[in-house]
T-cell receptor, first 115, second 111 residues
Framework: GAVVSQHPSRVICKSGTSVKIECRSL??????MFWYRQFPKQSLMLMAT?????????EQGVEKDKFLINHASLTLSTLTVTSAHPEDSSFYIC???????????FGSGTRLTVV | QQQVKQSPQSLIVQKGGISIINCAYE??????FPWYQQFPGKGPALLIA?????SEKKEGRFTISFNKSAKQFSLHIMDSQPGDSATYFC??????????FGGGTRVLVKP
């Protein structure tokens, strides 16, 4: 089945630095990728939708300049958390919509800790 | 505004028992209703999904019941096992392929 590979799985960074998270579709082409943020014991909240070849669409309340999303190719989407602060510490997950009869494919998530 | 309401928030069930999780929605444009299982530190994994033209779907120990008129759907986990201890999310999809998630239910299966 379709697989989305997400890296890194865990990252610790200092306040003020930037962190890049990658999601790759391994055996299919993903023209769209959804990016979610999940705080502890909470649900997944959609942050933005990346589209190959065009600008990302951000959900209301999500800072575009802080969470930079790039969909460089049909197999790679990246989320860069710029000037990270402790409140950005969260679990970030990417997901590709179904390319066939199967359901949405989720990455394994990235635990970001900003110290 | 929570478009998909999930209950209960947490659930404890004995091994071999039935876990039941309920979800309600408002948006009649939703046309796909999946359930996901998530273990700590991992991404969600699809368990089972249903479309609104079907009232029930069963896959192994997992069953979705769907009530279109009441705008409700539920997940039943039969013969619950300790390995089923996880957080479960219902979700719904409308146009644009965006998924809206319920708040989640933490299930603990006691041996």
């Amino acid at each position: 089945g379709a697989v989305v590979s997400q890296h890194p799985s865990r990252v610790i960074c200092k306040s003020g630095t930037s962190v890049k998270i990658e999601c790759r579709s391994l055996d299919f082409q993903a023209t769209t990728m959804f990016w979610y943020r999940q705080f502890p014991k909470q649900s997944l909240m959609l942050m933005a939708t990346s589209n190959e070849g065009s600008k990302a669409t951000y959900e209301q309340g999500v800072e575009k300049d802080k969470f930079l999303i790039n969909h460089a190719s049909l197999t790679l989407s990246t989320l860069t958390v710029t000037s990270a602060h402790p409140e950005d510490s969260s679990f970030y997950i990417c997901s590709a919509p179904p390319s066939g009869p199967g359901g949405y494919t989720f990455g394994s998530g990235t635990r970001l800790t900003v110290v | 505004q929570q478009q998909v309401k999930q209950s209960p928030q947490s659930l404890i069930v004995q091994k071999g028992g039935i876990s039941i999780i309920n979800c309600a929605y408002e948006n009649t444009a939703f046309d796909y209703f999946p359930w996901y299982q998530q273990f700590p530190g991992k991404g969600p994994a699809l368990l089972i999904a249903i479309r609104p033209d079907v009232s029930e779907k069963k896959e192994g120990r997992f069953t979705i019941s769907f009530n279109k008129s009441a705008k409700q759907f539920s997940l039943h986990i039969m013969d619950s096992q300790p390995g089923d201890s996880a957080t479960y999310f219902c979700a719904a999809k409308a146009a644009g392929n965006k998924l809206t998630f319920g708040g989640g239910t933490r299930v603990l299966v006691k041996p």
